[in-house]
């Protein structure tokens, strides 16, 4: 499992994917599954500063977390929904490699979502469309 951070440049309702890079932060370790944070404060604190870092250093509109989900799967994992509850807001993208000898054709799913002013959380689905210029 693999995680990134994703940039995007937001143009009106669109937010637009510039690039990607690793994040050595959660790549420690080379987990094969998704594993708790040994700590979610720092999880949290990191998140926060490294968001702010890039959005200052980099001019970027918009910073989200991403990791490879190898299987395939789409969805959520639970840890992932742990960290997003603890989280309380907050966007997670799963990438999904290009694997042509099992028929796999690589994929980008991001979910948005929001519990601070609902009881039940918000989870959106957030679509994502290659373009070419
Ligand atoms: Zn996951």
């Known amino acids: 499992m693999e995680h990134y951070w994703i940039f995007a440049d937001r143009k009106e309702n ?5 690039k990607f890079i690793p994040n050595p932060d959660l790549n420690q370790g080379k987990s094969r599954t998704h594993m708790k ?10 998140k926060i500063y490294n968001m702010r870092k890039f959005k200052q250093e980099l001019g970027v509109d918009i910073v989200w977390q991403a990791h490879t989900h190898p299987s395939g799967n789409e969805k959520l994992h639970t840890i ?7 989280l309380s807001n907050g966007v997670m993208i799963i990438i999904i490699p290009e694997k042509p000898e099992e028929n796999l054709k690589g994929n980008l799913i ?3 979502y929001d519990k601070r002013y609902t009881k039940k959380p918000i989870i959106e689905r957030m679509v994502f ?5």
Do not use: H
Not at 129 to 133: A, L, M, N, Q, T
């Open 110 to 112: 991001g979910w948005y």
């Open 80 to 86: 992932d929904r742990k960290i997003l509850k603890y």
């Open 14 to 18: 669109f937010g637009i994917v510039t």
């Open 37 to 46: 944070p040994r700590s979610w404060m720092r999880y949290k604190k990191s």
């Open 129 to 133: 469309e290659v373009i070419s210029e």
